[in-house]
Every structure is written in C-alpha cells, then in structure tokens.
C-alpha cells in the first residue's frame, strides 16, 4: 500500500443527491465510511448502488452536495493512484497477454505492485502468457481484480466483483480481500450474494430508492427484523396444503422441502402440527440477510410466494 498522510475518513458523502433528468438515483445521501473498513453496499437493480461507485470513483459528479475520496476530491484521488477499482462494465482488449496487459495496467500508477505479487494475488500465474481471447468468465474476472490493485492502492472498490468465479475461486478471492483489509486498505464492494456480504464485511450498507435504509453490521441489520425462518420436510406440499398455516408471510417450496416465513414462529409451529402435518426435520432460524434485505427494501413484501 502506497504511503499517504492518514486520512479519518475513505469515503465521504454529505448531502449528495445525483439525478439523471427526472430520475434521482440518490436523495440526500450522508454516510462516511473509515478508513480500513470492509463495506458491503447492497441493494436491488436501481437502487443506487453504480451511482455510487461512480461518485466515488469521479466518474459522475453529484446535482447537490460533496463526495470526498481519501479526503480529496475523487478525480484527485484516482489520478494520484490511490484507488483501484473492478467494474462490471470494463472491458478488456482480446489480443494481448494476461502479463503484457497487467505490465501496461501497472506502469500507470506511482507506486505499483510488482508484476509477479499482482499475478499470484489474483491467481494468474498460471495464465500469465494466456491471450485474453482465451481465458473464461472467471478469470476474466480475476484479470480485472488484478488491474485494480496493480496500483497498490489505499482503496479497493469492487463492483459484483466474484460474478463468473467458481465457489474455489470466490473463496481464495475474498481470503485475499481479508489480507488486503488486513493491511489497512479499505474495501468497498456492491454485490448481489447476500451471503458474501454476511461473511466477508465489517458493515453493510442497504440502499433503496436512492437513500441508506440500514447500515451496520450484518448480525444488527438482522436483528431489525423480527421473522423467524422455518424449515422442514413435507411430502406432497404445496401451497394449497400449506395456505391455513398461521403467521407465515412467505412461503418458498422446492419439491418437499419447505421453508416459510413468520411474524410469530411459536404460532405458526403449533398451527403446523394442529392440522396434522406430517413434517419432518423442523428447524426455526432468525432471519438471515436475504430475509432482513427483502424486508428492508420491500416492506410490503406480505403476499405468499411459491416456487415449485
């Protein structure tokens, strides 16, 4: 990591509103986000999570408001090589190597990383004289990871950053991304794999509509919902079968295999049981992350669901 004059904060977003013509993609957003944090940014399709990233990065500037990066403005901040970024837009040339690209890629930054120490953290060795044309999804992913932190940069910010890995892959990515948090960079990453979210980051951050709706650890944004999962085994279930079950608002079927949610998991077992159910292999769950992001997003979220 690149030595800089410590800042309190890595990100900074006072007031900041962003609008595209009618569509205000944030509304009056504050958050600061330390310096050395893990930060996990969810949230559905238009929710404001690219606008972001884009502010952060200077790719866009805020309609009101200020955005500081690394406590400068964020165009300083990316050109003086202290931000690295993986976006899922990027695209990569087809002609060239894995090192050659990765070579070029490192040359722009002040103070980059070695060529052999950005090809082992991203797990590239192997591909360093691959063309690019010939490399899967995977680890195109990788090779894009790899330019973001070709800078050795204070910053890391990551847009769906594991789309494509395999379950191998993703779990030596994010075990780096612990070593680099673990160096005091500061990640920042927008993903749609709530369960990486749970596991990987210090803090979550949920936006909807353009504004912050929770932010905290993933076990306190949990704890703000009050549904409790329930889990069993049912042959023949369906949703008809299931439709008296008191206190269940969802319902999700996979064969025999049901899992309901409830508002009142003491109500809903003993409905269970009292219409003569023959469940087997009944577990009951607080709400995971997937459950607290529902109801966080989708408050009216009360119909049953189904899928079969």
Do not use: C
Request: aromatic share 4%.
């Amino acid at each position: 990591m690149q030595s800089s004059p410590t800042t309190p904060e890595a990100v900074r977003f006072r007031g900041v509103t962003r609008r595209f013509g009618d569509v205000r993609a944030l509304d009056a957003v504050d958050v600061s986000i330390s310096t050395g944090e893990t930060v996990a940014v969810l949230g559905p399709n238009g929710a404001g999570k690219t606008t972001a990233i884009g502010l952060i990065l200077g790719l866009t500037a805020p309609t009101a408001g200020s955005v500081e990066t690394l406590g400068q403005s964020p165009s300083s901040a990316v050109s003086s090589g202290r931000v690295g970024a993986m976006l899922q837009a990027s695209g990569l040339p087809s002609y060239v190597r894995v090192a050659e690209l990765l070579e070029f890629t490192r040359r722009l930054y002040p103070e980059p990383l070695a060529l052999s120490a950005i090809l082992e953290r991203a797990g590239l060795t192997p591909l360093r004289d691959r063309r690019i044309d010939q490399i899967s999804g995977g680890e195109a992913q990788r090779l894009r990871f790899a330019m973001a932190i070709a800078g050795n940069p204070d910053l890391v910010i990551l847009d769906e950053p594991t789309v494509a890995m395999d379950v191998e892959t993703r779990r030596s990515f994010w075990a780096d991304m612990r070593r680099s948090a673990s160096e005091g960079r500061t990640i920042l990453f927008a993903t749609h794999y709530l369960e990486e979210a749970d596991q990987v980051a210090d803090r979550v951050l949920v936006l909807d509509r353009g504004t912050i709706v929770a932010d905290g650890s993933g076990s306190a944004i949990r704890g703000r919902v009050h549904a409790r999962t329930i889990r069993f085994d049912l042959p023949g279930a369906d949703a008809e079968m299931l439709a008296g079950v008191a206190g269940v608002t969802a319902m999700d079927i996979h064969g025999d295999q049901v899992k309901l949610t409830s508002n009142d998991a003491d109500e809903t077992v003993h409905s269970i049981y009292a219409a003569g159910l023959a469940v087997r292999n009944i577990e009951v769950t607080g709400a995971g992350l997937e459950e607290a992001f529902l109801a966080l997003t989708d408050p009216d979220r009360s119909q049953t669901e189904t899928n079969r």
